[in-house]
């Protein structure tokens, strides 16, 4: 499989301050990365769907000046968590498919574990 | 009501036990279900991955699809203790491009 990094692996922060995680394909183009949010016990929500070269679309009720999504190149990603306070504290993952197509699944990172203190 | 149930558990077998973790959905458009494994604070990472209904093995691991009963599963023969993690069921409506819908994930203990 693909191999898709994510850094850092945690990060804590003081609240009002801003997080930058990014999300690189190792091995692979990417054109479409994908980031979710997870809290515990509970599965991947969704928060934006990140297009190469174009702007991110955000799911309902994700607010995009919040988290800020850059795609800059194919193999490069990042989210900002902007202003953070302590309830953005969760763990987040982003997620790449393969231009070539050669794998038909995304890929996950490893995840951000994300603290605001 | 969500478009995917999964039972979070928790689920504990003995080693060596057959596991069955099961998911069902009601978007009939989902065509790509895939099972994930997350152990703790990691990424999830890629178990099994089918398209239409019926069974795909890889070892120790079976999925089955059926979608005329919206009904997925993920069978694990000879269960290990490092089988212990979170299982997480996934559908997409299409793949390269489309977004995954997950569940909820069901925690599986197994016991040496």
């Known amino acids: 499989g693909a191999v898709v990094s994510q850094h850092p692996s945690w990060v804590i922060c003081k609240s009002g301050t801003s997080v930058k995680i990014e999300c690189r394909s190792l091995?692979?183009?990417?054109?479409?990365m994908f980031w979710y949010r997870q809290f515990p016990k509970q599965s991947l929500m969704l928060m934006a769907t990140?297009?190469?070269?174009?702007?991110?679309?955000?799911e309902q009720g994700v607010e995009k000046d919040k988290f800020l999504i850059n795609h800059a190149s194919l193999t490069l990603s990042t989210l900002t968590v902007t202003s953070a306070h302590p309830e953005d504290s969760s763990f987040y993952i982003c997620?790449?498919?393969?231009?070539?197509?050669?794998?038909?699944?995304?890929?996950f990172g490893q995840g951000t574990r994300l603290t605001v203190v | 009501q969500k478009e995917v149930e999964q039972d979070p558990g928790p689920l504990s077998v003995p080693e060596g036990a057959i596991v069955s973790l099961n998911c069902t959905y009601s978007?009939?458009?989902?065509?790509?279900f895939m099972w994930y494994r997350q152990y703790s604070r990691k990424g999830p990472e890629l178990l099994m991955y089918?398209?239409?209904?019926g069974n795909k093995e890889d070892g120790r691991f079976t999925a089955q699809v059926d979608k005329s009963s919206k009904y997925i599963s993920l069978f694990i023969r000879d269960s290990q203790p490092s089988d212990s993690a979170t299982y997480l069921c996934?559908?997409?409506?299409?793949?390269?491009?489309?977004?995954?819908?997950f569940g909820d994930g069901t925690t599986l203990t197994v016991k040496p």
């Open positions: 091995d692979f183009q990417a054109t479409t």
């Open positions: 089918t398209y239409s209904s």
């Open positions: 997620s790449a498919r393969d231009q070539q197509g050669r794998f038909t699944e995304a890929f």
């Open positions: 996934a559908m997409s409506v299409r793949t390269n491009a489309g977004k995954s819908t």
């Open positions: 990140s297009n190469e070269g174009s702007k991110a679309t955000y």
């Open positions: 978007n009939s458009a989902f065509q790509y």
